[in-house]
């Protein structure tokens, strides 16, 4: 039984809003879905796909949050 965790920012959205359709995580659900399908042969029925949106204040990369990361970047 795979269970596979993806994570998105909610990046260029408003607070609160998803900057991700339901189209586009159906497509995300179906991929990774099928992938599993056809690379392990897992089946449909028994594969879990949970899409988590994170703020962006809460994403963090190289030891800082992603906001700051990018500021400082713009400013080198």
Same mark, same amino acid.
């Given at each position: ?8 920012? !909610? ?5 609160? !809003? ?51 990361? !990018?500021?400082? !970047?713009?400013?080198?």
């Amino acid at each position: 039984m795979p269970f596979v965790s993806i994570s998105i920012t !909610r990046e260029g959205s408003a607070p609160g !809003r998803s900057a991700t359709t339901s189209e586009e995580k159906a497509a995300l659900i179906k991929g990774v879905s099928q992938l599993l399908l056809d690379v392990l042969n897992k089946p449909l029925d028994s594969t879990f796909v949970v899409i988590n949106e994170v703020e962006l204040e809460n994403w963090g990369w190289g030891g800082l949050p992603v906001p700051e990361l !990018r500021k400082q !970047r713009q400013a080198k």
